[in-house]
């Protein structure tokens, strides 16, 4: 795990282990929640999954390496029991109303409840919900593809940047001796910003073209990527994030970094006709640009395209491997 990096972040590797195993609820067992369910399952912990609908053994395939893992598998939250140490939230944003009932039966005033999901207002949704317990909002960097319904490919990253504070620390041992690592940040507006940036340019224009992100090393659409991001550093600036410029380049960098065959969660929605988070992305900017008159005219036209689409059913066909 990366400790004392700059910017005010902290690993937690130099704690020490939670006192017990944890029990820990995964509502949503897509592509973000296999990989933390089978992160906590392997730190030691019992964890249960929380799906819509019956499934078996959870395989997570990272570099080439199959787990498979037989977890708890709650279909209704009603034959569930006391409430868990952790619940964590992994359902795309606009699901999130839909895991009310996982919340009532599971949150209780000792539990943490994380959200994992892509966005800088991740309080505002989940808070409504959320009666008693304590609310975690992570910033997700591990990119990872349901290839079928019970086996999510690993595709980059092993990152949850949290706000600093005890359950973020606590959020750090949990995943102790797993892929995943933790990192706290003192500055969580900013962190949250800079993330939006990552999904900002990647998750609309690999949706939009039906292709993965290899396509942004192609210099006219980095050319718009830099672009898209360019507005979003000023209207970030503007919401309070102390984004600076080149933040701009650090997001085309890690871009560069990823395989160019990973795709983006935008994208493996369009593909199979689920509603895209295209209102928590670049509709999170053109709102908070309209609130501090910003202009922001080609995240405006991205928007407009992802809206588009946005009613249109599953587009059956698969993008092309490899770059471009
Ligand atoms: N995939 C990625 O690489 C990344 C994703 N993110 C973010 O993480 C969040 C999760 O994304 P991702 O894992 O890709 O999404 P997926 O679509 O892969 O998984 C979402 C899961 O939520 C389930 N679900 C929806 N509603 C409920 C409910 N009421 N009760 C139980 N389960 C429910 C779905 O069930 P069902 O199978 O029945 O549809 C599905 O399994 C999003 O905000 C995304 O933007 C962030 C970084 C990277
Ligand atoms: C960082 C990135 C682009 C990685 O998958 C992501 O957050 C997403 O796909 O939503």
Same mark, same amino acid.
């Given at each position: 795990?990366?400790?004392?990096?700059?910017?005010?972040?902290?690993?937690?590797?130099?704690? #020490?282990?939670?006192?017990? %195993?944890?029990?820990?609820?995964?509502?949503?067992?897509?592509?973000?929640?296999?990989?933390?369910?089978?992160?906590?399952?392997?730190?030691?912990?019992? =964890?249960?999954?929380?799906?819509?609908?019956?499934?078996?053994?959870?395989?997570? #395939?990272?570099?080439?390496?199959?787990?498979?893992?037989?977890?708890? @598998?709650?279909?209704? %939250?009603?034959?569930?029991?006391?409430?868990?140490?952790?619940?964590?939230?992994?359902?795309?944003?606009?699901?999130?109303?839909?895991?009310?009932?996982?919340?009532? *039966? $599971?949150?209780?005033?000792?539990?943490?409840?994380?959200?994992?999901?892509?966005?800088?207002?991740?309080?505002?949704?989940?808070?409504?919900?959320?009666?008693?317990?304590?609310?975690?909002?992570?910033?997700?960097?591990?990119?990872?593809?349901?290839?079928?319904?019970?086996?999510?490919?690993?595709?980059?990253? !092993?990152?949850?940047? @949290?706000?600093?504070?005890?359950?973020?620390?606590?959020?750090?041992?949990?995943? !102790?001796?797993?892929?995943? &690592? @933790?990192?706290?940040?003192?500055?969580?507006?900013?962190?949250?910003? !800079?993330?939006?940036?990552?999904?900002?340019?990647?998750?609309?224009?690999?949706? $939009?073209?039906? *292709?993965?992100?290899?396509?942004?090393?192609?210099?006219?659409?980095?050319?718009?990527?830099?672009?898209?991001?360019?507005?979003?550093?000023?209207?970030?600036?503007? #919401?309070?994030?102390?984004? =600076?410029?080149?933040? @701009? &380049?650090?997001?085309?960098?890690?871009?560069?970094?990823?395989?160019?065959?990973?795709?983006?969660?935008?994208?493996?929605?369009?593909?199979?006709?689920? %509603? =895209?988070?295209?209102?928590?992305?670049?509709?999170?900017?053109?709102?908070?640009? &309209?609130?501090?008159?910003? %202009?922001?005219?080609?995240? *405006?036209?991205?928007?407009?395209?992802?809206?588009?689409?946005?009613?249109?059913?599953?587009?059956? =066909?698969?993008?092309?491997?490899?770059?471009?």
């Amino acid at each position: 795990m990366t400790e004392s990096t700059t910017g005010g972040l902290t690993g937690a590797s130099g704690l #020490e282990p939670l006192e017990r %195993p944890q029990r820990v609820a995964v509502v949503g067992a897509g592509a973000i929640g296999g990989i933390v369910a089978e992160a906590a399952h392997t730190a030691g912990h019992h =964890v249960t999954l929380c799906v819509r609908r019956p499934m078996g053994p959870l395989t997570v #395939e990272r570099d080439g390496l199959r787990r498979t893992v037989r977890l708890p @598998v709650a279909t209704r %939250p009603d034959g569930l029991g006391a409430p868990v140490d952790w619940l964590l939230i992994a359902t795309k944003a606009q699901d999130t109303r839909r895991t009310l009932g996982w919340i009532r *039966r $599971l949150a209780g005033p000792g539990t943490r409840v994380v959200v994992l999901q892509n966005g800088v207002d991740h309080e505002e949704r989940l808070a409504p919900l959320l009666a008693v317990g304590e609310l975690v909002p992570a910033l997700v960097y591990i990119a990872a593809e349901r290839v079928s319904r019970e086996h999510v490919q690993h595709r980059w990253g !092993r990152r949850l940047v @949290v706000p600093s504070g005890p359950a973020g620390a606590d959020l750090g041992r949990l995943f !102790r001796g797993s892929d995943v &690592d @933790v990192v706290c940040e003192d500055d969580f507006t900013t962190a949250a910003w !800079r993330k939006l940036m990552t999904n900002l340019a990647a998750n609309p224009l690999t949706a $939009l073209t039906l *292709r993965r992100i290899g396509v942004l090393q192609q210099p006219d659409l980095r050319e718009l990527a830099r672009g898209l991001l360019t507005e979003a550093v000023l209207v970030g600036r503007a #919401e309070g994030a102390r984004l =600076v410029m080149s933040d @701009v &380049d650090q997001t085309l960098d890690l871009y560069s970094a990823m395989h160019p065959h990973s795709g983006t969660s935008m994208l493996y929605d369009r593909l199979a006709g689920r %509603p =895209v988070e295209h209102d928590l992305i670049t509709g999170a900017v053109v709102r908070a640009a &309209d609130r501090h008159e910003v %202009p922001v005219p080609l995240n *405006r036209a991205v928007l407009a395209l992802l809206r588009a689409f946005g009613e249109q059913g599953a587009v059956g =066909v698969q993008p092309l491997a490899g770059v471009g």
